[in-house]
């Protein structure tokens, strides 16, 4: 009700979290880096990356074809309740709200490793003391998100590799 409408992905699911083609990544980067559109990096990419990954460049892919689409709520269904609306977070002129976790960045060995293994043993110091984003629930609305979600295919194509093991 309320006008929500819940888009399953298993359709396109990837089993597991791993994806055979992820350690051409290194060099298939390089090829993706030069293709002069980001819609044509964020589909290169999408054979290479990992699941966890993968599932941003679906998001992106979809609002991009539904402008109808006023706001959006990107969830891990797993995590979700809906005990109120949730676009009530949504402040008057904002774009997206962010969830934090309970730990910094420089705390959290999981995803400190992450950013170590993607963009180099450097790349996590600057976040050091900032809150580690949840990746699982975020919302706004479908001009906010898709700026979020183009920035995040501009990260995928600087990362060096794609690793989820933890």
Known sequence: GHGALIVDSRPGRTRGMRNSWERF??????????????DLRARFA???VEPMVRRFLLYREWLRGHHEVQR????DVRDVV???DPFALLEPGEDC?????SRE??????NGGWIDRMFGPDA???FGERKIICAGTILGTRNGLLRFLDAFVDGVMRA?????DF
């Open 25 to 38: 990544w290194p060099v298939a980067r390089i090829v993706g880096q030069v293709l002069p559109a980001r």
């Open 46 to 48: 999408f054979a290479f």
């Open 72 to 75: 959006t709520l990107l969830a």
């Open 82 to 84: 809906f005990q109120s």
């Open 97 to 101: 709200v962010f969830f934090e976790e």
């Open 105 to 110: 960045v420089g705390a959290g060995a999981i």
């Open 124 to 126: 996590r110091q600057p």
């Open 160 to 164: 060096r590799r794609f690793d989820p």
